[in-house]
């Protein structure tokens, strides 16, 4: 007899490991590896290839500053993006590097161009009644 599972609770949000956790164990901490995260769900490439970054050596080992280059659904943003906000989050996943070109498509990608790509907000907005 196979003995009955119930998990309680809600199910995980995040799916990987720190940045941190991942950079710190690659030489020159990753620079140039492609680094994506478990919660892109999108059908176009989206990751992060890794330009700098410098741990601070915390406890954990989960802080530190990362400057990375940003492609979101097939749209390579030109400006780099500093991830120290977000890199303790366990959702990163290194992508091997034999699977680099395969996962990134580099000829599908296109440049960010803000006609295009920018979202523009509506000035006003209506609001429920209090």
């Known amino acids: 007899i196979m003995p009955i599972y119930k998990y309680f ?3 995980a949000k995040y799916h990987g490991k ?10 020159d901490f990753g620079r140039g590896r492609i680094i994506t995260r478990a919660g892109f769900k999108d059908e176009k ?7 700098f970054a410098q741990p601070l050596m915390d406890q954990k080992s989960e802080e530190g500053r990362a400057i990375v ?3 979101r ?10 991830l120290s906000k977000i890199a303790s989050l ?4 290194l ?11 580099w000829n599908e990608l296109r440049d960010y ?7 523009v907000e509506p000035k006003y907005y209506s609001a429920p009644p209090l």
């Open 18 to 27: 720190p940045l941190f956790h991942i950079i710190s164990n690659l030489k």
């Open 113 to 119: 161009d803000p006609s295009l790509d920018m979202v």
């Open 9 to 11: 609770g809600a199910p």
């Open 95 to 105: 992508v091997p590097r034999k699977d680099e070109d395969k996962f990134c498509k």
């Open 90 to 93: 366990p959702d990163f996943i």
């Open 73 to 82: 659904n097939g749209v390579r943003y030109s400006e780099p993006v500093d």
């Open 45 to 51: 490439p989206s990751f992060y290839r890794i330009l």
């Open 69 to 71: 280059e940003k492609v």
